[in-house]
Structures are given as C-alpha cells and as structure tokens.
C-alpha cells in the first residue's frame, strides 16, 4: 500500500505571496491532519480534517487554511507569506474509524520544505 | 494545554551500547503515546502505547508507558550507526482534540562506530 503523500517537496517564494500544498493520504484513510516542524517550535499541529470537515484547529493565525476533498486528498494554503513561515510542513493520515473509540496511528508523510525569501 | 517533555535533548553513544530515551507528558484527557523515529524527513512511526505496563517490543527496541506516573521509555538495545536520528514522543488527547498530536522536543541520538 503507498503511503502517504505531498508535493511538492520543496518550495520556495517571497514574502506577501501565498502557497498551495497538497497531501493524499493513505488509501482508506479518511482523517488528515497538519503539521508545522521549526527548529525552534518542533513539530505544531496546524489542523485536522475528516470526511470534508475541519474537526480540529491549532494556534495558527488565519493565514493558515486548508481543505478536505471528497477522496480525502487535503490541501492546505498559507496566504501573505511571512519569513516566519519558512519551516517544514508534515501531513499525516490516519484510518479514522466509524467509532471514535478507535485508537488509530498516524502516518506522516516526507513533508514539503518551505522557504520563504 | 497538553505538554510533552523529553530527556536527554541529546545523547551520543558508540555502537553496541544500550540507551533509554524518556518522554512525560500532561494531557487533559489521555488516549495514546506514541514514538516517532525522524531521520530525514518523515517521522516514522515505531510504538502506540494505550495501557500501562504492557512493553511494546521490536527487534532491539522497547518501549513501556506507566499512566500513574505520566511517562514513558524507549530502550534500545545494541544500538547501531542506523540507529542514529531523532526519537520524537507524542501525546494523543481523547475528547474532542480529533486529529492533534503534541509532541515534545525530540532526543537527538548519534551512535558512533
């Protein structure tokens, strides 16, 4: 089974411009959640979604969305670009059963690296 | 606010020793721990731990949670060179917080030949 996703797997743009990143999940996998890895910081949940719906938000500015599609494939986008953001950017997917009692493991993907100039 | 703290931050070691890494937390509403191997890029998935005192195990690592005292380990045995990375601990919070891991800083490890 291929496992999880992201492209592309490095990035680079200016300050003030905005991005697009794109994760696919492990097939079946229904739950994707985000993450944000900095030296400084370490690894910050950004957001999760599942079946189309964000059920969980961090401590990030509004500059920070995402989306889920009908495939579980995920986006998320960061508009107006700060230096701050430059970081490593994880997405990770778990099965997510029908009963929330169910302990399920994620799954990270190899990231996508950002810089921003 | 969920928080996890690792020890040591780093730890340098020659092939063959036997090392134990160290993870406490404090959640809200405990569901799992869970340990994460990063050598490059993606965290690699090693150990879920739910119950206390039941020890994970594979090849040369081990791992154990104690609930009690809000802490677990990670062992490894007869560590070698592609041992080396960086060993992170994560918290799961049941409830609400669907998707959310927290994790603590990480434990650099450099095994030497």
């Known amino acids: 089974k291929a496992g999880v996703t992201q492209t592309p797997r490095y990035l680079i743009k200016t300050r003030g411009q905005q991005v697009t990143l794109s994760c696919s999940p492990i097939?079946?996998?229904?739950?994707v959640s985000w993450y944000q890895q900095t030296p400084g910081q370490g690894l910050q949940f950004l957001f999760e979604?599942?079946?189309?719906?964000?059920?969980n938000k961090g401590n990030f500015p509004g500059r920070f969305s995402g989306r889920q599609f009908s495939n579980s494939r995920s986006e998320m986008n960061v508009s107006t670009l700060e230096l701050g953001d430059s970081a490593l950017y994880l997405c990770?997917?778990?099965?997510?059963?029908?009963?929330?009692?169910?302990?399920?493991?994620?799954?990270f993907g190899p990231g996508t690296r950002l810089t921003v100039l | 606010e969920d928080k996890v703290v690792q020890s040591p931050l780093s730890l340098v070691v020659h092939e063959g020793d036997t090392v134990t890494l160290n993870c406490s937390y404090e959640v809200t509403n405990f569901r799992s721990l869970l340990w994460y191997k990063q050598e490059k890029k993606a965290p690699t998935f090693l150990f879920m731990l739910?119950?206390?005192?039941i020890e994970k195990k594979s090849g040369r690592l081990s791992s154990i949670l104690d609930k009690k005292e809000l802490f677990s380990i990670l062992n490894i045995t007869a560590t070698q060179t592609g041992d080396s990375a960086v060993y992170l601990c994560a918290v799961e919070d049941g409830g609400t917080s669907y998707g959310k891991l927290t994790f603590g800083q990480g434990t650099i490890l450099t095994v030497h030949p």
């Open positions: 739910t119950s206390s005192g």
């Open positions: 097939s079946g996998h229904r739950s």
């Open positions: 979604y599942f079946s189309e719906t964000q059920r």
């Open positions: 990770a997917s778990s099965l997510e059963g029908p009963l929330r009692g169910h302990t399920d493991t994620q799954y």
